[in-house]
């Protein structure tokens, strides 16, 4: 069975300081991984993905994949109140024909003002 | 992004009727959506996952026959909520993704209260 895990925190930083929120999965022919964020009463919404391994940065935002450890991270520099949310980690296997994505939990990310 | 509309954004219904939630793509070919119900505080819970041209696979615990999926085209999925209870109030969102290995987009989530 495909898992995705991570720990649903919360994580509190402060203000300006960097979050670094992780994510394992269990399947090692996983081929993309996705960050989500999801604002309370809200559906998520992408903020970045990564296919291969290494870093890829994207303002604010890196994200970090080792599939030989299979585990995915997320860094967000300088964060900001408004990043507060849930960050969910988000698999796809896709290797039946069709996509196969699987969520992890979610981690509540607090930035503290 | 692509773009994923889902409606309604609220429905409030009474209970034993039956409430449709509509989940389009709007510039891209859904090949596969997925629907989720999360209750407040909690998880997203996926209950389906749809293919183009196949039945909706359900997750354990899911009742099919009260959670009725169509994936009616490569744009469009619908879900319905029949007979539905009190405890069926949440919040149901859909996603939907393209080809192989690509981001899955959501929809902006249908709110249900059941009264």
């Known amino acids: 069975q495909k898992e995705v895990e991570q720990n649903s925190g919360p994580l509190s930083v402060p203000e300006g300081a960097i979050a670094s929120l992780n994510c394992t999965y269990s399947d090692r022919g996983s081929q993309s991984f996705f960050w989500y964020r999801q604002y309370s009463g809200k559906s998520p919404e992408l903020i970045m993905s990564?296919?291969?391994?290494g870093d890829k940065e994207d303002g604010r935002f890196t994200a970090q994949l080792n599939k030989a450890s299979q585990y995915v991270s997320l860094l967000i520099r300088d964060s900001q109140p408004s990043d507060s949310a849930t960050y969910l980690c988000?698999?796809?296997?896709?290797?039946?024909?069709?996509?196969?994505?699987?969520f992890g939990k979610g981690t509540m990310l607090l930035v503290s003002p | 992004g692509a773009v994923v509309s889902q409606h309604p954004s609220r429905v409030i219904c009474k209970s034993g009727t039956s409430v449709k939630i509509e989940c389009r793509s709007l510039?891209?070919?859904?090949?596969?959506m997925f629907w989720y119900r999360q209750f407040p505080k909690q998880s997203l819970m996926l209950m389906a996952t749809s293919n183009e041209g196949s039945k909706a696979t359900y997750e354990q615990g899911v009742e099919k026959d009260k959670f009725l999926i169509n994936h009616a085209s490569l744009t469009l999925s619908t879900l319905t909520v029949t007979s539905a209870h009190p405890e069926d109030s949440s919040f149901y969102i859909c996603s939907a993704t393209g080809t192989l290995n690509t981001e899955a987009f959501f929809g902006q989530g249908t709110r249900l209260t059941v009264v």
């Open positions: 510039d891209f070919q859904a090949t596969t």
């Open positions: 990564i296919y291969s391994n």
């Open positions: 988000a698999v796809n296997q896709g290797n039946s024909g069709y996509s196969t994505l699987t």
